[in-house]
Nanobody, 122 residues
Framework: QVQLVESGGALVQAGDSLRLSCAYS????????MGWFRQAPGQEREFVAA????????NYADSVKGRFTISRDNAKKTVHLQMNSLKPEDTAVYYC???????????????WGQGTQVTVSS
């Protein structure tokens, strides 16, 4: 069974840093694009960042550009989202996603994790 498991969510203060991780079990995901999305209460799930299989291509939402960094370690089957200078508006459930094709669109991803909560207090 395909699994994507997020971890690292926490309650932090504005300005703090946090590192999210997404562990995957499928070897084929080494060749997949991986994305991070987030969903705040009452809002649509939105794109945060994406990385292609070789880490040669990354893409970020304008709202996180310069503050968040996506990376991956295929040997460890893990994708990370380093989040710096966190703001209260970053509060959301963060989801990891995987798909053979690189995309910044929610419906472009076939596989999803269960999410991890990030709460940033002011």
């Amino acid at each position: 069974q395909v699994q994507l498991v997020e971890s690292g969510g926490a309650l932090v203060q504005a300005g703090d840093s946090l590192r999210l991780s997404c562990a995957y079990s499928e070897r084929t995901f080494d060749n997949y694009a991986m994305g991070w999305f987030r969903q705040a209460p009452g809002q649509e799930r939105e794109f945060v960042a994406a990385i292609n299989w070789s880490s040669g291509i990354t893409n970020y939402a304008d709202s996180v550009k310069g503050r968040f960094t996506i990376s991956r370690d295929n040997a460890k089957k893990t994708v990370h989202l380093q989040m710096n200078s966190l703001k209260p508006e970053d509060t959301a459930v963060y989801y990891c996603a995987a798909d053979p094709n690189f995309s910044r669109f929610r419906y472009g991803y076939r596989y999803w994790g269960q999410g991890t909560q990030v709460t940033v207090s002011s």
